[in-house]
């Protein structure tokens, strides 16, 4: 009796170390302490939603890849009063632009709302690594801007892509902006969806799509953004009459989908210096036998390790939050697709969609059958890092509550805005970076070295 006591004892005390090496296996919740306060939209009149002086000036300007490799621009903007010209002169002169390429027109109306006219125009056969300036809009009305497009395609090209998810148009989002454009080195940026909240108005009020798209200008303009969708981008609503889901977002920010095979314009695929971007849609079909789940079949094959070793994916809604947020959300995407991201060493998934920061370990959680109890998470050297980066800043606050005792899988967590960067070194290393809006633009609040996984398959992330 005294020894079953004891064996109780014991077992007793192993439960109970164990439950502390447990709660002490998670990663790092951060101790920083932000302001939690809601935040609100900018109002109609605050400076950065101004609109450009001149008759019929185009406003909105802004640019994304406008093909497979980087060599083509879509450049999209919208006229407010008549259609005026699709037209984009552009060249490597600023004083001396000898090319043009025509556009095409689209407008586009919402319940009580009607655009402006929109224009989508294709600059292509650029060349690269190349600084082009272009100007749209006619006579005193015409505004000129520039972009510099991308290195040509190779494993060892250094590249560095910005990252923001879930912006809106808050004063907070307005300080993400500037922060991220004060650290200038990102040549691109990758942003994970929900754009401007516009639907968080009566009526998906489209005129804070408008001002949204001002206020982003001055970035977007630039630097191409690497378009995710996100909820805030369905605007499906059958009370108003409004039953074609994405109509907003589809009208005014196009992707070159049709060259990466893909056959809707949520789900695609772009290289750009060294790495491999596939964009996946939350908010799509994605079970078997669909189109975006065809297409990422498909694609994943494709991926030349040779010519680009990096291989990122990027989608709204997280596979892995341990904050009480949309929990669990991206679940039925996970178990999906999660077992593709490892057999094809996937690098980094980047998400957004819960407003805070966090990083996981390399995990995954895919030998599970339904019968073999095999459920959790666990490390895995093949497996990518899973990064949520919605803290954009918008209307809809922080996500500070979280999952008590922070899972083992996760690295670290904080919930403040900011934004991200990836900076490829060469085949084998990148190096990441998150910077909370509060911080300097030198101060980096989490960091981590990656080793590629097809190249260099370190344990980089513990
Ligand atoms: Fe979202």
Known sequence: MAGLLLNQKVFVSLVLLVGLFLRCNGG???????????????????DVFRVPPG????????????????????????????????????????????????????????????????HHCLLKDLEYDTLYYYEVGKKESA?????????????????????????????????????????????????????????????????????????????????????TTG???????????????????????????????????FWYSIKRASAHI??????????????QYNWLLEELPKVNRSETPWLIVLLHSPWYNSYNYHYMEGETMRV???????????????????HAYERTHRISNIAYNITNGQCSPVPDKNAPVYITIGDGGNI??????MTEP?????????????????DIKNRTHAYYTWHRNQDGNAVSADTMWFTNRYYYPTNDST
């Open 28 to 46: 790092v919740t951060s101790s920083y302490r932000r302001k939690l306060a809601g935040t609100v939209d900018m109002p109609l009149d605050a």
């Open 55 to 118: 008759y019929n000036a185009p406003q909105q300007v802004h640019i994304t890849q406008g093909d497979l490799t980087g060599s083509a621009v879509i450049v999209s903007w919208v006229t407010p009063d008549e259609p005026g010209s699709s037209k984009v002169h552009y060249g490597k002169d600023e004083n001396k632009l000898d090319h043009t390429a025509k556009g095409i027109l689209t407008k586009y109306s919402y319940y009580n709302y009607t655009s402006g006219y929109i």
């Open 143 to 227: 505004r000129q801007f520039w972009f510099k497009t991308p290195p040509k395609v190779g494993p060892d090209v250094p590249y560095t892509f910005g990252l923001i998810g879930d912006l809106g148009q808050t004063f907070d989002s307005n300080i993400t902006l500037s922060h991220f454009e004060s650290n200038p080195t990102a040549g691109a940026l990758l942003f994970v969806g929900d754009l401007s909240y516009a639907d968080n108005y009566p009526f998906h009020d489209n005129v804070r799509w408008d001002t949204w798209g001002r206020f982003t200008e001055r970035t977007a303009a630039y630097k191409p953004f690497i378009w």
């Open 231 to 265: 909820n805030h981008e369905i605007d499906f609503a059958p009370e108003l009459g409004e039953k074609e889901p994405f109509k907003p977002f589809t009208h005014r920010y196009p992707t070159p989908y049709l060259d990466s095979g893909s056959t809707a314009p």
């Open 278 to 291: 596939i964009v996946l849609a939350s908010y799509s079909a994605y079970g078997k036998y669909t189109p």
């Open 336 to 354: 999906q697709f999660e077992y593709l991201m490892v057999q094809y060493k996937v690098d980094v998934v980047f998400a957004g969609h819960v």
């Open 396 to 401: 809809e606050g922080l996500a500070s509550n």
């Open 406 to 422: 922070q899972p083992s899988y996760s690295a670290f967590r904080e919930a403040s805005f900011g934004h991200a960067i990836f």
